[in-house]
């Protein structure tokens, strides 16, 4: 197995699951602050120093498709391109290390940031569905 030819094919891989690590991490922490706070409701808890909630999100939801779009074009290139078992072995690893990234993000935006969003876009559409009755 030649390491050098697989390091020029998934560099962009490995510095995809770096960087989406260090954000988990990051998240976590994040996290655990949030749930330390006694916020009264949700919007409160979005508002938290300068919206950072907000911009975590944003970035979760950009890494979320980025990982997807890594493990589409993986597949793809697995049905079309792929002729040596080591090219499929490396690609089934990085498809299941990327599938592994996207569950921990979801997970770690899951609570409480995803719940304060869903529960914000919930009272905002209840409040324009009785204004627009």
């Given at each position: 197995m030649n390491v050098e030819k697989y390091l020029k094919k998934l560099w962009y891989k490995i510095v995809y699951l770096v960087i989406a690590n260090v954000y988990i991490h990051s998240l976590g922490n994040l996290n655990e602050?949030?749930?330390r706070q006694n916020f009264s409701t949700p919007f409160e808890l979005l508002e938290y120093k300068n919206y950072i909630a907000v911009k975590y999100?944003?970035?979760a939801i950009a890494l979320f498709i980025i990982g997807c779009c890594l493990v589409y074009h993986e597949i793809k290139k697995m049905q079309r391109e792929?002729?040596?078992?080591?090219?499929?072995?490396i690609a089934v690893v990085t498809i299941a290390l990327v599938a592994v990234t996207l569950l921990n993000i979801f997970v770690a935006i899951n609570n409480p940031i995803l719940r304060a969003i869903l529960a914000c876009i919930i009272v905002v559409y209840v409040g324009i569905e009785m204004l627009g009755n």
């Open positions: 602050e949030l749930l999100f944003v970035v792929y002729e040596y078992i080591d090219d499929m072995i």
